[in-house]
């Protein structure tokens, strides 16, 4: 009865570590592999708040492998506006958009439902 106690604490102690960690950092222990030839475009603003929040995440995915190209609309507008996006932050992945705040788990979700062999 002990070891089963035990054992649930630190799976209890886990899961709570990892949901403070999510909540203090925005980040969450994520793996995800990416397949460099799965393109990534990410449009952001260097003066939009959101844009800045997602910032380090996409620098983690580019540093795990992650082809992604980022773009300023301030400096490429035109090229924004051809691509159909009007709101910012956007990760474009495909046809698929991830528009404003995400996380991690919500890219490897999308990458692993439209892009099962990534």
Known sequence: MKKLTLVLSSFALLAILSLLITEFTGYAVVDITCNKSLQMTYYYSPRCTHCRKMGPIIDDLISQGCNIT??????????????EVYNIPTLVIGEERLIGEFNLAQVKDLIDKHYPNN
């Not at 980022?70 to 691509?83: M, Q, R, W």
């Open 70 to 83: 980022k773009i300023n609309v301030e400096d490429y507008y035109e090229l924004a506006l051809n691509n």
